[in-house]
């Protein structure tokens, strides 16, 4: 199977998906759907597969609400415009 068969495969579920259920319920309600459409169509899925590795976020004090968000939500750090352009996800 190509990736371009395999895209064609996951978009499809996830619109099947989305016009049997619509709109409403829980993240993990259309996971699991998603995931038996998936099954369904002859892939192999786990669900919430931990991964490895390491975020490393570099914080500007340049706000001071940059001081408070070392500690919070790294979506804050970005709303607060705390978060440099270098950060990476290794």
Do not use: W
């Not at 619509?22 to 169509?41: D, W």
């Amino acid at each position: 199977m190509t990736d371009d068969e395999l895209t064609e495969i996951i978009i499809g579920c996830a619109y099947q998906v989305h016009n049997s259920l619509g709109a409403g319920f829980l993240e993990k309600v259309y996971e699991n759907a998603l995931c038996i459409e998936l099954t369904k169509r002859g892939l192999v899925v786990r669900q919430q597969v931990p991964i490895q590795g390491q975020l490393i976020v570099s914080l500007e004090r340049r706000q001071p609400a940059c001081q408070t968000s070392t500690r919070g939500f790294i979506p804050q750090a970005m709303q607060a415009g705390c978060l440099r352009s270098s950060e990476t996800i290794n």
